[in-house]
C-alpha cells in the first residue's frame, strides 16, 4: 500500500486493499494470533519468567490509538504527501519504524550479503535498536508491538466486531466472575465485549471461564436458494 502510494503509475493499490479488507471481514485479528510471525515471537519473549509489566486500563486505553495514527500517518499521509518529482515517495513505516521487517528482512539480508554490511548507515543503526527496544519490552509487556504499534493490526481491528469469526458469550451461563478479563493480557472485559476491537483471538478467556460460558463461532453463509427454501 505503501509502495503503491507513493508511486509514479498508481495512487491506491486496490487488489491489496481488497484482499486485507476480505481477511479482514472473515477472521478480523485472529490473524495476529496466530498467524503473525512477529506475534509468535512476542509471545515466546513474554513466556521468560522474570518479573512482568502490568499496562494500567487507563494507560492502555490511550496507547491503543497509537497504532491508528501511525496507519493514517505513516502508512497512508507521508507517502501521498511527500513525493518527489517523479511521484515517488519512501514507505515510510517500513523503512523508519517496523522492528517486524528488520528482524525478518533486514537481518538476514545483512547476513547473507557482504556488500550490503559495507554499505550499512545510520539508517540500519536506528532500525535495528528499535527492534531491541521490541525484543525488550516484549520480555516484560504482553505484545507491545501489536497493540501499540502494528498499522495492519489496527487495520484488522476495525473488523473484529463485524468479522465471521467471533466470541460469544452465553449470558445464561455467565456468571459475571471477571475470570475471563483477569485472564486477558490485553485488558479486555471479555463477558462485556468479546469481540472488542483489540483482541486478538488468543483464547485465553475461553480456557480460563470456568463456567464454559465463552466460545468461538465462525459465522456461516447461507446460499440465496438454501436461505430462499428456509424461508419458504
Known amino acids: 500500500m505503501q509502495s503503491v502510494i507513493g508511486s509514479i503509475r498508481y495512487s491506491f493499490s486496490m487488489y491489496v486493499m481488497g484482499f486485507v479488507l476480505l481477511i479482514g471481514v472473515v477472521f478480523g485479528r485472529f490473524i495476529c494470533g496466530w498467524l503473525c510471525p512477529f506475534g509468535l515471537l512476542q509471545d515466546l519473549l513474554y513466556k521468560i519468567p522474570i518479573f ?3 499496562v494500567s486500563k487507563r494507560v492502555n486505553s490511550i496507547l491503543k490509538y497509537l497504532k491508528y495514527a501511525i496507519l493514517i500517518i505513516f502508512v497512508l499521509l507521508l507517502p501521498f504527501i511527500f513525493q518527489d518529482e ?7 513505516f517500513c523503512k523508519y519504524i517496523c522492528p517486524a521487517g528488520t528482524l525478518e528482512g533486514g537481518v538476514p539480508l545483512v547476513i547473507f ?15 535495528l535498536a528499535i527492534l531491541i527496544i521490541f525484543l525488550i519490552v516484549s520480555v516484560l509487556i504482553f505484545r507491545p508491538f ?4 502494528c498499522p495492519l493490526g489496527a487495520l484488522y481491528s476495525l473488523f473484529n466486531p463485524i468479522s465471521f469469526y467471533k466470541l460469544k458469550v452465553n449470558l445464561s451461563k455467565c456468571t459475571h466472575c ?11 472485559e471479555v463477558h462485556k465485549t468479546p469481540n472488542n476491537p483489540e483482541c486478538i483471538r488468543c483464547q485465553d478467556c475461553i480456557e480460563a471461564c470456568p463456567q464454559k460460558a465463552i466460545s468461538k463461532e465462525l459465522i456461516k453463509i447461507q446460499s440465496k436458494n438454501r436461505t430462499e427454501e428456509h424461508l419458504a
Open 146 to 149: 501489536c497493540r501499540y504499534v
Open 178 to 188: 471477571n475470570i475471563c478479563t483477569r485472564s486477558c493480557k490485553i485488558n479486555i
Open 52 to 54: 512482568k509489566i502490568s
Open 86 to 92: 517523479l511521484g515517488i515517495s519512501d514507505p515510510y
Open 113 to 127: 550479503n557482504e556488500t550490503l554490511r559495507e554499505g550499512l548507515g545510520f539508517l540500519f543503526g536506528w532500525k
